[in-house]
């Protein structure tokens, strides 16, 4: 499970919709959810939770792409499987994790050192209380 600090700077409501902004440190992180306890308010320090298996990899030009969290990064790891392949990468907000089948890993010829954007989609990632 990947876990990203961050303070909340924004919550827009339409509906049963919450479309919050979270920056972290240099990185603004966008997520929507449909409950949103009383809790979380702007200027909150929480923490991002979010999946291995949420975060895609893109090689190159990441522009056209509706995935609203576009976090550069540098692949500082690699575990290879028969099915699924681990990437550990390293960008501006820390340490992420990315778990892809080992069918993409080999296709996009992916290698230690390479720089990727790591893609996130606003709906898969969730709000803690940071504990802070």
Known sequence: MNTVKGVIKTIVYEGEFH????????????????????????????SMIFK???VAVAKGSSE??????????????IHVGRIMTQLELISKVGRISSL?????FLRLNL??????????????????????
């Open 19 to 46: 479309f919050i902004t979270v920056d972290s440190k240099t990185q603004p992180f966008k997520l929507l959810t449909l409950e949103l306890s009383d809790y979380f308010r702007s200027g909150r320090v929480v």
């Open 111 to 132: 290698k230690i050192g390479d720089k990727v954007t790591a893609l996130i989609k606003a709906t898969e990632i969730s709000l803690m209380d940071s504990g802070a």
């Open 100 to 104: 892809i089948t080992t069918d993409s």
């Open 52 to 54: 291995e298996t949420e």
């Open 64 to 77: 056209q792409v509706s995935m609203a969290n576009q976090i550069p990064s540098k692949i500082v790891a």
